[in-house]
């Protein structure tokens, strides 16, 4: 991308207010950014009704089978796989269920990986390595969305026959344009020019926030408000899970007790156990049938 092109992206405009802020005291440079990160949410909710329809179509997807993938470069890449690396311990996803890659590979999570961002060519191979199939979602992440590791996952992915999914920070872009979806969260300049980490990456967050989140709600990986499909993997979490059980059901401290370890310490058989008064084996059954959504074993 030469220079014409990057000063007419919003994300990398130059603010000449701010031309001095190095010279002022900290306090009001803190007060600056976060006068500036309050127009985010904003921004946000004024893409809603597309994320929903993107998430619908995700969850109709991963509900047959699917996967989701985040696909993007630098700080977009990274939030994609902090989104996807987040999904097992908080909603027992299968591994590889969800998935995030970043231009570079792993490698490219601490430290720039040289020209891994401007490789279309890599993003596909990175998806061939993943032998997409139609129930599968992409969503390629790129602040400018002129990322040609995000446009190019997006358009491989689309070539498949998957859903795809283009989430930027600039109107009007090729990722966007190249999506079945297109989301674009138009967070303006920066406080340092083109530092998209900022208000655009926290932008990216609060949506892949929503899309995993809703999805795994659509897909009954919660309960109301709780996580009961939550894997208790530590003592935390374990006390997590004694207190969804509590939450839900009402039981007394020995009542859980007795329901964890007759599920294998399992949230969603526990609470159909105490709710449904159904031995752990029926509760597991139950479920299966459901499909794992516990409301609909709890109606049966």
Known sequence: MNHSELSTLATEAFRPELANIDRLPTAEIARIMNAG??????????QLPRIAAAIDATADRM??????????????????????????PTFNTAPGQVVGLIAGGPTALLAAVEGAEDSRELAAADLDALSLTADDTVVGVSASGRTPYAV?????????????????????????????????????????TGSTRLKAGTAQKLVLNMISTITMIRLGKTYGNLMVD?????????????????????ASDSEIEAALT????EVKPAILVLLAGVDADTATRLLAKTDGHLRAALDH
Request: proline share 3%; glycine share 14%; hydrophobic share 45%.
């Open 37 to 46: 990160d309050r127009s985010v949410p904003g921004a946000v909710a004024g």
């Open 262 to 265: 007759a599920t294998d310490g």
């Open 63 to 88: 509900a047959r089978g699917g996967r989701l993938v985040y696909a993007g470069a630098g700080t977009a890449g990274r939030l994609g796989v902090l989104d996807a690396s987040e999904c097992p």
């Open 230 to 250: 939550v894997r208790a993997s530590n003592e935390k979490l374990r006390a997590r899970s004694r207190r969804i059980v509590a939450l839900a059901t009402g």
């Open 152 to 192: 190019g996952a997006v358009e491989h992915a689309r070539a498949l026959g998957a859903l795809t999914v283009g989430l930027a920070c600039n109107e009007g872009s090729a990722l966007a344009a190249a999506a079945d979806h297109a989301i674009e969260v138009v967070v303006g300049p920066e406080l340092l």
